[in-house]
């Protein structure tokens, strides 16, 4: 697993607990950034993560609303939780990371969650991050 795909799980793993535990991202992510200064051989893989979960926390509101609106009916709190992070975290990366095309964003994000999630998931998450991708590139 490449140290950016660490990334990603990880971030979805901050995400996901803020969301279950009610506390703030900037929260969550200071309490794993003191645990990450014990892990120095998981150090490139907290860089990004750490990275993608302040966009989040910077852009949520934004993110949230390309999601509601690109989920067709489908509000963001009966989507499963790990869905929901994956979701946000593949969303910045489209809309707010330039060095992640679209594809890689997606396609990282279907592999997270079929090891996370359901497999019904799997293709929601693809189809919600498709027409993101989509309106994004016009």
């Not at 709190?77 to 946000?88: G, K, T």
Request: hydrophobic share 45%.
């Amino acid at each position: 697993m490449s140290a950016r795909t660490k990334a990603r799980k990880r971030a979805i793993d901050m995400i996901y607990l803020s969301d279950v535990m009610s506390r703030s991202l900037h929260e969550v992510l200071r309490a794993e950034a003191e645990r990450a200064l014990g892990e120095p051989d998981r150090r490139a893989s907290w860089l990004y993560a750490s990275e993608i979960v302040q966009g989040v926390a910077e852009h949520q509101e934004q993110i949230d609303e390309y999601i509601a609106s690109a989920s067709e009916g489908w509000p963001l709190e009966r989507m499963p939780n790990v869905d929901r992070a994956a979701l946000r975290v593949a969303t910045w990366e489209i809309c707010f990371n330039d060095e992640v095309p679209a594809a890689v964003a997606i396609d990282e994000a279907v592999s997270l969650v079929k090891q996370l999630s359901t497999e019904d998931s799997c293709g929601f998450v693809n189809g919600v991050l498709g027409r993101i991708a989509d309106l994004q590139a016009l």
